[in-house]
């Protein structure tokens, strides 16, 4: 797990060793073992590692193979082993353990299409030097970043927005993605950032970049595929089927030189990647299988005591942090600097102190539940698609087993369908909602997209395609990512292996909520080795921050930080905002206060 940097003249000029290098400090918290560039004669690529695989210098990267090669990489090819295997019988020869040069040899072997077969998470950039390209990837689902801007001069590219934003003279807000994450609070739906100018490469696409005439493609090389066989499964073998997937996903996920832990929360996911990866680990290992809780100071948002029980009944070493409102007020600034961009809620600081704790105990690696949900229609607006799926009698029996077992009551679930199966519906709503918004800045919301959700709701797959590549995960994976590598930890997340996905989604619907129950699947297949307390839970959290206290305790700073936003200034009525703040919800005041914020700590400006 790494950090890249990159830049291309289209002068054909050369790049100075203290340009790539002033680029790559920047990151060198992603990579504090060891740093290195290498220098083209138009480009310049810079890399830093932190050691995971093949610990050894002889691993360090940029990587040159076979004379032709050069890379530099960020991620972690799970399946290596085995296809350094299938590499050596076609001839291939390797000087190292590590994955890295597994990619460079997969690269000559098998062309633009080695990334079909990986099994792991990326991002990279190879230059190709007998054809003068150079081959960049971000891996299926987009869990590693790769961030790349146009000046007129260069190409630049690197894993934070930090790193492009040193060539921005005038750090401009993209204004369509601010107003899509005020209202709708949707933030990582597009290629665009909510920097003006700086995009990222879209997850399951590759770029190639020609070095001779300095245009480039991009490409997508991934869809996720529906196993029409899978959906014939009955209840059992489905089951059996997600079970075995998921435990082989974790076991990949193992594979490290240096230590691994998780990240308990006591929701189901977490607790179900904490338990089946400690059977795992202690087989052969002497050691504990370490996990790390994030405890709320608010008995309502607080779960660590259903992450005790998963720790004691996976004997597990568990550890805790309880972060205070005076840790949280204090720490805004530095969290909205690692984010780079304005964030969902303060949950983020949850999970931030959850990795800050594992460097504390020397857990390099650390898995966590993202996907879950997306993947097993976790969340409670998947009931909805789930009930417009179902026959007529179905629908009205469901109805009301669905309320039954889950938090939200006959009239709230009814409130849920209309909201989200009807895009006048919401946007009459969200309209009234954000009436501070100006009109001609409130038009800028992005209605094809909401539209687009709407219509999911009539298909399920289509539904969590969606919320894995648009909605939902895109941003989820953001906060992961920074998070996790501000601490030099490397994040890993069993339930988006791609083969997990493929069959998660092929299972027939019925499975994946049945009588009312989200995530069936995952229940059914975890109900003998986790206690049923967490195994049918109703209720779910999942490091959810005391947003109550914390925003409370920093009110007064939030109004005197929206009163000074010039940005919010041009695109609303700042006079409504103020006078009606304490009525409205608080993540509806985080995100106003967090894009102000946001516009202090980057000087950010609006044309």
């Known amino acids: 797990m790494c950090g890249i940097s990159g830049i291309i003249s289209k002068k054909n ?49 940029p990587m040159i193979y076979m004379n032709k090669y050069t890379i530099t990489y960020n991620g972690e090819i799970y399946n290596y082993i085995e296809l350094r295997e299938v590499l050596q019988k076609f001839g291939y020869s390797f000087s190292t353990g590590s994955d890295t040069e597994v990619i460079l040899a997969a690269y ?53 927005l930090k790193q492009l934003l040193k060539y921005q003279s005038r750090k401009e807000a993209n204004i369509s993605i601010v107003i899509d994450y005020l209202i709708a609070n949707m933030d990582d739906h597009t290629n665009e950032t909510f920097f003006l100018n700086i995009n990222k490469l879209e997850q399951s696409h590759s770029l190639i970049y020609n070095l001779k005439n300095h245009s480039y493609s991009i490409s997508k090389y991934y ?55 400690s059977e795992i680990y202690q087989k052969n290992s002497s050691h504990k299988f370490a996990a790390v809780t994030a405890k709320s100071m608010e008995k309502a948002t607080d779960e660590s005591h259903f992450a005790q029980k998963v720790a004691q009944n996976a004997n597990l070493e568990w550890h805790t942090t309880l972060p205070s409102e ?3 007020r204090n720490n805004i600034d530095k969290i909205i600097l690692v984010q780079e961009e304005p964030f969902g809620s303060p949950a983020v600081f949850m999970q931030y102190k959850v990795f800050e704790k594992a460097k504390e105990i020397g857990c390099v690696v650390m898995l966590d539940g993202q996907g879950g949900d997306e993947t097993l229609l976790g969340y409670e607006r998947y009931y909805p698609a789930y009930l ?59 209605k094809d997209i909401i539209c687009e959700s709407s219509k999911s709701y ?19 994976l953001k906060y992961e990512d920074r998070n996790s590598m501000h601490h030099s930890i490397e994040s890993r ?41 967490i195994t049918w839970r109703k209720n779910k959290l999942g490091f959810n921050a005391p947003e109550k206290t914390w925003l409370s305790d920093i009110n007064e700073l939030m109004i005197k930080q929206i009163t000074q936003s010039e940005l919010l200034a041009r695109i609303s009525k700042k006079e409504k905002i103020i006078k009606n703040f304490d009525k409205m919800d608080l993540r509806t005041q985080w995100r106003l206060f967090n894009v102000a914020k946001w516009e202090e700590v980057f000087n950010v400006r609006i044309d």
Request: aromatic residues 14%; glycine residues 4%; neutral net charge.
């Open 223 to 277: 869809n996720i595929k529906i196993d029409s066989e899978i959906s014939k499964l009955n209840e059992t073998d489905s089951i059996n089927l997600y079970k075995t997937t998921l435990i082989d996903s974790i076991k990949l996920r193992l594979r490290s030189d240096v230590k691994v832990g998780t990240c308990l929360s006591g929701g189901l996911d977490s607790s179900s990647i904490a338990t089946l990866a």
């Open 326 to 328: 005076y840790d949280f």
């Open 388 to 446: 417009v799926s179902l026959g007529k009698w179905d629908r009205v029996r469901n109805f009301f087993s669905s309320a039954r077992n889950s938090r939200l009551s006959q009239k709230e679930l009814f409130l849920y369908y209309l909201y989200f199966v009807y895009p006048s519906i919401r946007l009459k709503y969200l309209h009234k909602k954000f009436s501070f918004i100006l009109k001609d800045y409130f038009n800028l919301i992005n």
């Open 458 to 476: 009539y298909d399920l797959v289509m539904l969590q395609r969606l919320e894995l590549l648009k909605f939902q995960l895109p941003h989820l």
């Open 493 to 533: 997340l069993p339930f988006i292996d791609y083969r997990l996905v493929e069959t998660a989604l092929s299972i027939n619907n019925r499975f994946k909520i049945k009588d009312g129950w989200t995530k069936y699947l995952l229940r059914k297949a975890i109900e003998e080795v986790v206690p049923d307390e």
């Open 13 to 61: 000029e050369s790049i100075s060793r203290s340009e790539i290098e002033e680029m790559n400090h920047l990151i060198m918290h992603r990579g504090p073992d060891s740093g290195a560039v290498f220098l083209g004669s138009n480009f310049a690529l810079g890399h830093r590692r932190l050691k995971i695989i093949d610990l050894s210098d002889n691993a360090n990267q």
């Open 108 to 160: 000559d072997h098998y062309g633009f299409d080695c990334v079909t077969k990986f099994n792991g998470m990326w991002a990279f950039a190879l230059f190709d030097k007998e054809n003068e390209i150079i081959f960049c990837s971000r891996d299926r689902f987009g869990v590693k970043p790769f961030y790349y801007t146009e000046l007129h001069d260069k190409f630049v590219f690197g894993s934070e």
